[in-house]
């Protein structure tokens, strides 16, 4: 399995892609990210045209069971970010 991207390489790949400098491109990929984080955290959904959606969803308080001591302790209510995965990137994966 290859390693994954990091920001400095995702950053390079991104202003070869865009003929721009690194600079404009890591502008880019900052704003991308924050209004994804905003437009998630206040429990909207966005998608990401050829890679998917993310959304949040609201979880309901649940019985877990601590695995070191086998008691079952009550969870509280959070939320957890949901990523689908876009039809268009599995078959690009598959091909």
Known sequence: MNKPMTKTQLIAALA??????K???SAAL???S???AREVAAGGAITLPGLGKMACRARPERQVR???TGESVT???DKQVKFTIAKALKDSVNA
């Open 16 to 21: 070869d892609a865009m003929g721009a400098d």
């Open 23 to 25: 600079k404009t491109a």
């Open 30 to 32: 900052d704003a991308i």
């Open 34 to 36: 924050a209004v994804v």
């Open 66 to 68: 601590n695995p070191a």
């Open 75 to 77: 969870k509280a209510a």
